[in-house]
């Protein structure tokens, strides 16, 4: 069962298993018709629609891949992934062409368009018009398991965007190996779904992985703390799976709430602060179930369901995945506790990228894929993400992680959110910037000098922070990961 709940709390449309499978089938007629088969890709961009699902679905169905766009692209980051792609046939509301009609011309095949076409150029099909005529009854192509499922796009935003092409084994054994065999999730869960459609968490995770399991979904066009929290109880809701910055807004949320039926809440996308795991363990009785992965490997570890928990860490590998932390100089195996960069190998990890050999070759070492994170392993097996490897801070010829420092400052109790970048030093090569988002009451100087004491007593001299800015947000992208660029400009 799919359901779409408004923020008001009404629920707009329901689809049950029976309607998902008539409708997809019809939805196959019509990609079929079009000229769409085994090989082909195409575009989506749908939002939480009632076409969502079904759309993957009947691409799936008809032996194509999906390709999903990001609505926050702007019309050339757009055109750039069409183009790369190679879409022939692309699914959307009518807004993402209305608002650059330029996107037009990247797609090979037709447009399909959910909503008001009367203003839009002729090349656009009204999606009832694609479907009229056309009978359910298509049956599913079977595919390969190398096949590819879902091509997925990069870095779209900051650089040239590269394709990830995650086959029908990828997303198979991930999905067994996370929601069945770890999480436990059944078909008798309700998953509240608050994340963005078009990213591996939400659509990968969410959409695919409820799929895979069977349980229900509860749709949230966008994501409301308040909303979120009065949601749990009245709809049953057992899985909800988000990223840290949600689980900071839902802390700040002034309301009671009843959580009788949840049964476990999960964060990936970005790291977790301990100090947020703490709070949100103190609210509201449950621990965040922290786990890590990538578009390029999908889900690599998690921490277990019932702990031991650690703080700060994201979990050991997940069954049949190898994590292991390499020197990304001397490519050489590092020890227990030693930071490095996290390499890892298994059925989850894609080929390489979508015809672009350079940086396929760039990021695999033999059958390992380079991460580009840094972490560290302990003793337990407990992989600890340190940062990215770009986003090290060389101090006089010293590495600092930004996440070890950030560590430290987000103790401070007038501290809502922080973010440690490097900056250019003259004389030391950089300088440890930190920008803080004091908690409602705080003044920047008295905070700042208690700041100064804590590092001062927790970090090495090259640690510590020289320059304190005070802002009143975080830059973040839509998976809640701190646009460090921003911070350095």
Known sequence: MLERLEPDGTVTWR????A?????????????????????????????????????????????????????????ETEAVLQRAEVRLAISHAETVSRAPEVLAAVQGPWWIVGNTDELPERITPLADALAGQRPGLEPV???D??????????????????????????????????VETWEMTDRDRLLHALPPHHLHGLGLGIYGSLYVGNAVVFLERFDPAVVLR????????????????YHRLLDVDASVTLSSMRVFTCGSAPLSPETFRRFQERF??????????????????????????????GPALPG????????????????????????????????????PEATAATFHQDWFRTGDLGVIDGDGYVAIRGRIKELIIVGGTNVTPGEVETVLETEPGVAECAVVGLPDPDLGERIAAFI????????????????????????????????????????????KIERNKLRD
């Not at 949601?231 to 949600?246: C, E, K, L, N, Q």
């Open 142 to 144: 079977a595919r390969d």
């Open 231 to 246: 949601a749990f109880d009245p709809h049953r809701i057992s899985v909800f799976m988000g990223v840290p910055t949600m």
């Open 20 to 76: 998902l499978r008539t409708e997809a089938s019809l939805w196959m007629a019509a990609l079929r018709a079009a000229g769409i088969g085994p090989g082909d890709r195409v575009a989506v961009s749908l939002g939480k629609s009632t076409g969502l699902v079904t759309a993957h679905l009947a691409i799936l169905g008809v032996g194509a891949s999906v390709v999903p766009l990001n609505p926050a692209l702007t019309a050339r």
């Open 15 to 18: 689809q049950t298993r029976n």
């Open 146 to 179: 190398d096949d590819v499922a879902l091509l997925l796009f990069t870095s779209g935003t900051t650089g040239t965007p590269k394709g990830v092409g995650l086959t029908h084994k990828n997303l198979r054994a991930n999905l067994q190996a996370l929601l």
């Open 321 to 356: 995945i190898e994590v292991s932390i390499f020197d990304p100089q001397t490519l050489q195996r590092l020890s227990t506790d030693e930071t490095g960069e996290i390499w890892v190998r298994g059925p989850n990890v894609f080929s390489g990228y979508w015809n672009n």
């Open 285 to 314: 009785g449950f621990t965040i179930v922290e786990r890590y992965g990538l578009t390029e490997t999908a889900i690599n570890t998690s921490n277990p369901l019932r702990g031991p928990w650690k703080p700060g860490s994201v």
């Open 437 to 480: 988002v004091p908690r409602p009451g705080e003044q920047a100087a008295a905070l700042e000098q208690r700041l100064r004491a804590k590092v001062e007593q927790d970090l090495a001299p090259y640690k510590r922070p020289r320059l304190y800015r005070f802002l009143e947000t975080i830059p973040r992208n839509a998976m809640g």
